[in-house]
């Protein structure tokens, strides 16, 4: 074999040790992406199932039993910090309210171990519906629990100075 050849072979071996290098790293990079991918649906998923039992069916204990991790951290002002301030005050609302409240999920934005939900709340009171526009963030363990909790609450005003709707 001459020079020349040698070193064409050389060079295709060389690319194709390479190219494959390259793919099992891009496979092993989108297997991590597919996996990130499932974390964040997971950690959305619990999100709900948390909020809906709690707040919707009224289950504030159950759901913190299935869905908190081993502290609950609480950021609400007007709610207790920790697993038994969470069920506490949600207990609360479930007999104020009764049935007579409800959250209707807008929006899900997942990243990293952070979880945000737009949300809709209507609590009927005795001279009609009262209606919020909520911004909630969750934080959620290496286990997909529920950790950490803020939210901001804004009542949806009758007029607004656009036509864009808060929804």
């Not at 496979?27 to 649906?41: F, G």
């Not at 005050?89 to 990293?112: H, L, P, Q, S, T």
């Not at 009262?130 to 901001?152: C, S, T, Y």
């Amino acid at each position: 074999m001459n020079a020349l050849r040698r070193r064409w072979f050389a060079g295709v071996a060389l690319f194709a040790t390479f190219a494959s290098r390259t793919s099992d790293a891009q496979s092993a990079n989108t297997s991590v992406i597919t996996s990130e991918k499932e974390r964040l649906e997971r950690n959305k998923r619990t999100v709900r199932a948390f909020y809906d039992l709690a707040f919707n069916q009224s289950k504030p204990r159950e759901a913190i039993e299935r869905y908190a991790g081993a502290t609950y951290i609480q950021h609400n002002p007007e709610v207790a910090d920790g697993k038994q301030g969470f069920i506490d005050y949600f207990e609360a609302m479930g007999k104020r309210y009764g049935a007579n409240k409800r959250v209707e999920f807008i929006r899900w934005v997942a990243e990293d171990d952070l979880v945000t939900v737009h949300c809709r709340h209507t609590f009927r009171e005795w001279h009609g519906d009262v209606l919020w526009a909520g911004m909630d963030i969750f934080r959620l363990d290496a286990q997909g629990k529920i950790v950490e909790h803020w939210d901001v609450l804004q009542k949806v005003p009758a007029r607004m100075a656009h036509s864009n709707g808060m929804f």
